[in-house]
């Protein structure tokens, strides 16, 4: 099914028509839930054992050029690894996604994955109760991740390349792989066709 927001100009779809038990458009943004065992990871050391691929995720094509795609991200954490995600996906061995996650220490964290085969997985910083801005910019070939406590001031988190020529996807995702579910809520969806200046200013 093909989804329209306001806030982008580019429309998205459930990648391989897998939806979440329940979602929709809201006039604030885009409420999903995930369902209980999904997930996208694979998993470093032993890649045998590939967490499931089976997580929601609404994708569309961006714009050619540079651009920046940013939104808030509240979750309603129930189980480990619970998350609401920003998602770039150029094909299923390479994608990424910037999450807002629950962590082991029932701790809501700012975590993002590159998957380039097999997932680098790193931890930036613990949040403060339920919400995060988190914003992707495309960089010519490059991509730079941020968050925000208040969708002002954007902290660094990691900049990286697929290193493969391919459309790129950008959209959400929504994962709950060791418990019953999660609802998600994406607000203040922005896209800005603009050159990220500097990447470790704030702005």
Request: proline share 7%.
């Amino acid at each position: 099914m093909t989804v329209n927001l306001p806030a982008l100009p580019f429309p998205l779809d459930w990648e391989d028509a897998v939806e979440p038990p329940s979602w929709q458009v809201t006039d604030a943004g885009l409420e999903a839930t995930a369902a209980p065992g999904t997930d996208w990871y694979v998993y470093a050391p032993a890649p045998a054992l590939h967490a499931p691929s089976n997580g929601a995720r609404l994708l569309g094509e961006p714009p050619a050029g540079d651009w920046q795609f940013s939104a808030r991200i509240t979750v309603d954490f129930n189980g480990t690894y619970d998350a609401g995600t920003l998602f770039l996906l150029a094909d299923e061995s390479h994608w990424s996604k910037l999450c807002f996650e629950y962590s082991p220490d029932e701790q809501g964290m700012v975590v993002s994955v590159v998957t380039r085969g097999i997932s680098d997985d790193a931890n930036a910083w613990n949040v403060e109760g339920d919400t995060v801005w988190m914003r992707v910019s495309r960089v010519g070939e490059g991509f730079v991740f941020h968050a925000s406590s208040d969708g002002e001031r954007w902290e660094f988190v990691r900049c990286f390349g697929f290193g493969i020529d391919a459309p790129i996807k950008a959209g959400f995702g929504v994962q709950a792989p060791e418990g019953q579910g999660c609802k998600a809520q994406f607000t203040d969806i922005a896209f800005k066709q603009e050159t990220l200046a500097e990447l470790r200013n704030g702005s």
